[in-house]
Structures are given as C-alpha cells and as structure tokens.
C-alpha cells in the first residue's frame, strides 16, 4: 500500500523549532518530489516547500523562506521539515504530499497530518 | 501570484443532485489545475488533474472540464461519501508552489 506517515508534530513556543518528518512506503521514494502542504485550523491549504527526487532543486513558499529547511534521505524513505523561528501563524496541520512524475505540481499521494502549535 | 476564486463558498444538494463546482484563476493556466476532496479530520484526495483527468480510483460521476481561467467540478449524481470540501489548485507556474482556491464546502440540503 502506497502510504505516507508524518510525525513530529507537537506544541513548541514562539521562536522555537521543531522537525517534522514523512515516513514513505509502498513506492519508490527516489523517483518522487516531494512537498510539505499546511492548512491553518478552519482555513485552506497552502503550499509550503518542495523538494526534487535528488534533492537538487528545492523551493520554498515567501512565508516560510529563511526560518524552514527542507530535506529528504532517499535511502530512508524519509522527508522532514526542519522549522525555525517559529510564529503563531505557523500553527496549522502539517502535511507531505507526492507530487505527480507527470502533471508536476499536483499532489497524489498525502499523509494523514501532524499538527504542529506555536504558543507560548 | 496567481489567484484562485472558487464559487460558491457553500453548496447545498440533495443526495442524487448534480453539484456544479466552479474555480476561476486571476490569470491563465492552461489546463494545469487540480481539483481535491477533503473530508473533516482527513487529508485532501486528489480527484482531477490536468482539468480533466480523473486520478487513479475515482469514480466516474466526478467530472472536470475547462482550460485558461475558468473550470468547472462536476459530480454527477451525490452520494452521501461526496459530501466534503473540494478545493482547486493550480501549477501552471510549477515550480515553485501553486496556489490553492478557498474551498467549496457542498452540504446536504
């Protein structure tokens, strides 16, 4: 079963940080982009960081660049998002999503969601 | 950026209507959009790609259709599972991110 399992989330502080990360099974994990999509509480979906297979190309969304890290380890079947200097605006769900081989750019594949809280 | 607009913000259908969803871009596309379901407390599911193309497993009464700025969301006849929030994406500009309409929420009525 193609599946992915984030983990990591959890309440941390303003200013703090936290790594989030995306177990992958059930596909060829070195083949794929891989992004990290979040959804505020009650709000939509924005995209947040996308990762190519080798790890070559890498982008972030403008509310994010700087304070979040990106990375991948193929021989792992993992992503993660390293946070920092977190803000309360960054409180939301937390999701990895699969990015299509062909049609790049949508996302076929998602996890379940880690919540992540920023509060102090 | 380009802005998705999705219309209307609630649509209320009875079991076995036709619901018509709709997302316009602020600016051309192609057919590079993406239409997802969301349940509560669940992940989005990929249901259309390429404005048109249903993705693996979907049933056949979702259909979308159009190109540029405006597109359209079709479910057929409502089953009581389709009732969630669909949301439309765009990635005509990928990489980096596309951008995400704001969610029509189909309730029954």
């Known amino acids: 079963e193609v599946q992915l399992v984030e983990s990591g989330g959890g309440l941390v502080k303003p200013g703090g940080s936290l790594r989030l990360s995306c177990a992958a099974s059930g596909f060829t994990f070195s083949s794929y982009s891989m992004n990290w999509v979040r959804q505020a509480p009650g709000k939509g979906l924005e995209w947040v960081s996308s990762?190519?297979?080798?790890?070559?190309?890498?982008y972030y969304a403008d509310s994010v660049k700087g304070r979040f890290t990106i990375s991948r380890d193929n021989a792992k079947n993992s992503l993660y998002l390293q946070m920092n200097s977190l803000r309360a605006e960054d409180t939301a769900v937390y999701y990895c999503?699969?990015?299509?081989?062909?049609?790049?750019?949508?996302?076929?594949?998602w996890g379940q969601g880690t919540m992540v809280t920023v509060s102090s | 950026e380009i802005v998705m607009t999705q219309s209307p913000a609630t649509l209320s259908v009875s079991p076995g209507e036709r619901a018509t969803l709709s997302c316009r871009a602020s600016?051309?596309?192609?057919?590079?959009l993406a239409w997802y379901q969301q349940k509560p407390g669940q992940a989005p599911r990929l249901l259309i790609y390429g404005a048109s193309t249903r993705a693996t497993g979907i049933p056949a009464r979702f259909s979308g259709s159009g190109s540029g700025t405006e597109f359209t969301l079709t479910i057929s006849s409502l089953q009581s599972e389709d009732f969630a929030v669909y949301y439309c994406q765009q990635y005509n500009n990928w990489p980096p991110g596309g951008t995400f309409g704001q969610g029509t929420k189909v309730e029954i009525k």
């Open positions: 990762i190519s297979s080798s790890s070559s190309y890498i």
């Open positions: 600016q051309s596309v192609s057919s590079n």
């Open positions: 999503a699969r990015e299509r081989i062909q049609q790049r750019g949508a996302f076929d594949i």
